[in-house]
């Protein structure tokens, strides 16, 4: 049974790019939900997913997107990267919004 | 606002001694509360949960951790540390108010264990 993937595990982008992470829940959830997690940091909330719209929004500005498609899989979206961008990047899947949330291991972020 | 404060961000116990990670939370309503522990170059794993039913959750590897309303605490203890419990751990509450399932974890306690 596979659990939460994620890709690419790497990633390297300029200031001022564009970059689409990747996310495939496990197997029989529905909910996806992405945080960022700065080095030396807990991961923080970025948005939920359910049902292909967006349900809960944390502290994030509109350069972070996401998208949700039919068969539960998500993609987050950043544009106009900062170096602050630079971060793990970790899709959690649950089996409704308020399941428990089993992480993938993240796609790593550098801005250069 | 919920909120979780991880007291201590490094931990040395010897191998074989007791580990004690602590875990205070802010909430407005009653919380659920969680432990993750984090490996290098890997995503979270879940240690245990707290969901309003028995106050001490045990969990995986041996750990458990005890809901104390008194103390606003959920701290995780494991009696005898073991070389592979070497890693990070986050405490997190997800305060659960109608539409709002969002975890926030603390900053986390590296724990070393020394052979």
Known sequence: DAGVTQSPTHLIKTRGQQVTLRCSPKSGHDTVSWYQQALGQGPQFIFQYYEEEERQRGNFPDRFSGHQFPNYSSELNVNALLLGDSALYLCASSPSPGGTQHFGDGTRLSIL | ????????????????????????????????????????????????????????????????????????????????AHMSDAAEYF?????????????????????????
């Open chain 2, 91 to 115: 405490c997190a509450v997800s305060d659960r108010k109608a539409g709002s399932y969002q975890l926030t974890f603390g900053k986390g306690t590296k724990l070393s264990v020394i052979p």
């Open chain 2, 1 to 80: 606002a919920q909120s979780v404060t991880q007291l201590g961000s490094h931990v040395s116990v010897s191998e074989g001694a007791l580990v004690l990670l602590r875990c205070n939370y802010s909430s407005s309503v009653p919380p659920y509360l969680f432990w993750y522990v984090q490996y290098p170059n890997q995503g979270l794993q879940l240690l245990l949960k707290y969901t309003s039913a028995a106050t001490l959750v045990k969990g995986i590897n041996g750990f458990e951790a005890e809901f104390k309303k008194s103390e606003t605490s959920f701290h995780l203890t494991k009696p005898s």
